[in-house]
């Protein structure tokens, strides 16, 4: 078998640098408590932020929707026709979003694969933020253009790099994530936008880490900074606050038009399934209802981060929810993650090539489920563990 020699000593080396990630089964529903590997622990890993995932209302929906429709779209939707209940969600995101259509994908990462090819080709240019996610770069490499990154956040940057290229391309494209899903951080969108602008660009922001965060009752990015009109494609994910499964694209209806006609994996791949897309219009009924969920996780971020600052932890520069533990080395991230786990806080190490090497974390994911109580005991766990391996002071 020497042919497959070569995964033995590449998985050997993946342990022996501590960048190995052994995956923990979870035997419960999602929520603030969770039973993983057969102990209860503290849920600080999930993207689950309004604690939607396992929230009565979406199970309830999906059951009904089951009882109708079955479970499976059995095809797909531009081949076989499209069940009402997908256009319905795509109705709906359009109105929670204020703008003129949108369309849904399997899943953020199809979103992102299916949307930039469709829209730039091999005589275009698109600038990308360096940080930006997984599924826009190979979204990008996947259009065949010519990709430039530009510094992270740095609009200067972004905009040198547009006067080096001008006149050089057919169309251009600036691309970004919303919020940054290592770091927390936020995209300056309202510069970003001016540079769109000035130079006729077309402008798509990947706001999965932003719905049901950011925004009045958690309408995301563009309503943040109310730039609504202004953003071309808005791309997200139904699978972090929504609590389900799916991606979804909004904007102008023209684009949407296009990408039903040439987005790949709307074109070659089954839609959501009938549970998920119930699931979803239950999710938009309560985000449209009620902002109480949205200010509970915001409510919960400013106590846990201003706590563990007080702790003299390192938590990096995030605005949001996501509170990255700096650690450095990935094995003192590793170390970290399991002594956490022997004290009952399931948070997960993050290394390369997920994180520069040398910027290991802990990445803690805040809930609108968690109670006070809940991060009080995350909190004692993490100067515990922080103090015996001398990341804190006694
Ligand atoms: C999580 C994430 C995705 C992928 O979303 P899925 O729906 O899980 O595929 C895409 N883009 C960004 C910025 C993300 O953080």
Known sequence: MSRLNWLEQELQSLHDQGLYNRIRTIQSPQGAWLRVDGKKVLNFCSNNYLGL?????????????????????????????????????????????????????????????????????????????????????????????????????NVADLERAVQEWQGKYRRGLIVTDGVFSMDGDIAPLPEIYEIAQRYDLLLMVDDAHGEGVLGRGGRGIVDHFDLHGKVDIEVGTLSKAFGVVGGVVAGNARIIEWLRQRGRPFLFSSAMTVPDVAACLAALDLLEESSELVEKLWENTRYFKSEMKRLGFDIGQSQTPITPIMLGEAPLAQEFSRRLFEEGVFAMAIGYPTVPKGKARIRVMISAAHERQDLDRGLEAFARVGRSLGVIGA
């Open 53 to 153: 995932a396992n929230h009565p209302r979406l199970v309830e929906a999906a059951r009904r929707a089951m009882e109708k429709y079955g479970v499976g779209p059995a095809a797909v939707r531009s081949i076989a026709g499209t069940m009402d209940l997908h256009v319905e969600l795509e109705r709906r995101l359009a109105a929670f979003k204020g703008v003129e259509a949108a369309i849904t994908f399997q899943s953020g990462f199809n979103a992102n694969l299916g949307t930039i090819p469709a829209l730039v080709g091999k005589e275009d240019v698109i600038f990308s933020d360096e940080l930006n996610h997984a599924s826009i770069i190979d979204g990008c490499r996947l259009s065949g253009a010519t990709i430039v990154r530009y510094a992270h956040n």
